[in-house]
């Protein structure tokens, strides 16, 4: 079975502050792992997968397989960074279907 | 392209009442998936295709049920509402490993 833990229902940092969301996942196979955001009352949207390898609006995430992570991070907070963040696990045996964790609320601080 | 569409945006039931919650695409996209969201429970997977004629149950299927005739549309049936169904409902689609797009929501209230 496969499972996505997110410890911290709600998270509070300071502009310019760093943030480290935690994803913690359970996945005896190769999976694909994912972050999407939902802005306030917007839907979900895409913020970065792990094949990728990209940093998107000055995130990024880094899979370790070791610890069974995939956190998400930023340097420097900013206010239009609120939000609440889903991280989610996809099995190569069952395409299109995802497995979210229960999301962190981000609020950034002025 | 619309991209993935849902209607209607809000909607209160009465217990028992049934009703169709529409979500069409126009991508192509061979995967479709029926989530809702409440609070502190985040996503849970509903029913989900992958393609048309075909459908399976997700996490949370009881008190819901799917068709897929075409590869556009994927439209969720609540066949007696309940309180317990009060909630956000996300149609998303996908082409298999890539993103998953999502609507923009139904928020659905059983009275």
């Known amino acids: 079975a496969q499972r996505v833990t997110q410890p911290e229902k709600l998270l509070s940092v300071f502009k310019g502050a760093p943030v480290e969301l935690k994803c913690n996942y359970s996945y005896s196979g190769s999976p694909e792992l994912f972050w999407y955001v939902q802005y306030s009352r917007q839907r979900l949207q895409l913020l970065l997968r792990?094949?990728s390898r990209e940093s998107i609006k000055g995130f990024t995430a880094d899979l370790n397989k070791g610890e069974t992570s995939f956190h998400l991070k930023k340097p420097f907070a900013q206010e239009e960074d609120s939000a609440m963040y889903y991280c989610a696990l996809s099995r190569g045996s069952t395409l299109g279907r995802l497995y979210f964790g229960r999301g962190t609320q981000l609020t950034v601080w002025p | 392209n619309a991209g993935v569409t849902q209607t209607p945006k809000f909607q209160v039931l009465k217990t028992g009442q049934s009703m169709t919650l529409q979500c069409a695409q126009d991508?192509?996209?061979?995967?479709m998936s029926w989530y809702r969201q409440d609070p502190g429970m985040g996503l849970r997977l509903i029913h989900y295709s992958v393609g048309a004629g075909i459908t399976d149950q997700g996490e949370v299927p009881n008190g819901y049920n799917v068709s897929r005739s075409t590869t556009e549309d994927f439209p969720l049936r609540l066949l007696s509402a309940a309180p317990s169904q009060t909630s956000v409902y996300f149609c998303?689609?996908?082409?298999?490993?890539?993103?998953?797009?999502f609507g923009p929501g139904t928020r659905l209230t059983v009275t």
């Open positions: 792990h094949i």
């Open positions: 991508m192509n996209h061979e995967y």
């Open positions: 998303a689609s996908s082409s298999g490993l890539r993103e998953q797009y």
